[in-house]
């Protein structure tokens, strides 16, 4: 298939426009073999919750686009519209093309200002990641009831809460609360789908946007990969749902007033897709 034109470079993926041939005027999305994490000891450490890219995995493109589809697929039978259209390729997939949720810069005559490009959803089964180091007075693996944060994308994503969404002009209310209603139906979906395979999903993220040929109803747009996703084994939640065994499985750190939380047990992409995909 033509290259056609680049509409964005990310970390883990290019879109490109189809030029010709039955797809014409749609997007291709290009799964790419980039992998974020972050280094430790001069060696990358692998980790879908971290934002900067530190090396390559062989073959993890072609498996996170066909990791994506089976989820794409999955939602289309439960009647959850996204931008998905059909896979032509070992790490290529045709999608709608879609606006992502952003906003231009109000005042670009003053300097330092740019537009939000677009926003990205995590929402969290369990405190870890970020998530604990922002909030460190919570336990490890407290039961988060799929609780939403919203952020903006970019070279580091940035936290920004719902309010200020609304009061910025990003998105009213009502948009707020389907999105937020969205992501967690996706969310709970796409946790029943592990949790068949004994896994348990930690926390995840998804983007939403606005089909360019839709009626504005916003939709999960770009990925469901092992890239925004984290996962673990050996979950035994007790009557809160915390998970019991928190004590053997969460290790935290702190230096230099820098804090840091690992998950012993989570699941590396290449295990759970091994398991995920057998």
């Known amino acids: 298939m033509a290259k056609g034109n680049l509409v964005y470079r990310g970390k883990s993926k290019d879109v490109f426009t189809i030029t010709e041939g039955p797809y014409a005027g ?41 990791f994506a589809a089976h989820f794409f697929k999955l939602l289309q039978e ?10 032509v390729g070992d790490n290529e997939m045709i999608i709608e093309p879609a606006t992502p949720l952003s906003m231009e810069e109000e005042a670009p005559e003053f300097p330092g200002s740019e537009p939000l490009m677009n926003l990205e959803f995590t929402w969290r089964n369990n405190a870890t990641g970020s998530f604990w180091r922002r909030y460190p007075f ?57 949790s068949t395979r ?13 089909l360019r040929d839709g009626d504005g109803k916003i939709v999960i747009i770009d990925e469901i990969s092992p890239d925004v996703l984290r996962i673990c084994k050996g979950y035994s939640p007790d009557e809160n749902g915390d998970c019991a065994v928190y004590k053997e499985c969460a290790v935290t750190n702190i230096s230099e007033g ?3 939380i690992k998950n012993k047990k989570q699941v590396s992409a290449a295990e759970f897709i091994d398991i995920f995909l057998e």
Do not use: Q
């Open 198 to 210: 004994g896994l348990h999903v930690i926390d995840g993220k998804f983007e939403l946007g606005r």
């Open 138 to 194: 919570v336990r490890p693996c407290k039961n988060l009831n799929k609780v939403v944060e919203a952020w903006t994308k970019g070279k580091t994503d940035v936290l920004i809460t719902l309010e200020a969404l609304e009061a910025t002009g990003a998105m009213s209310r009502e948009e707020i609360a389907r999105g937020i209603e969205l992501v967690k139906d996706i969310a709970e979906i796409v946790s029943m789908e592990f």
């Open 78 to 87: 439960r009647g959850v519209p996204s931008h998905y259209i059909d896979t």
């Open 258 to 260: 820098n804090r840091t």
């Open 26 to 66: 749609k997007y291709r999305l290009v799964f790419k073999d980039d992998a974020t994490g972050y280094m430790e000891r001069g060696k990358p450490v692998f980790d879908p919750g971290r934002d900067t890219v530190v090396g390559e995995i062989p073959g993890k493109g072609a498996v996170a686009c066909r």
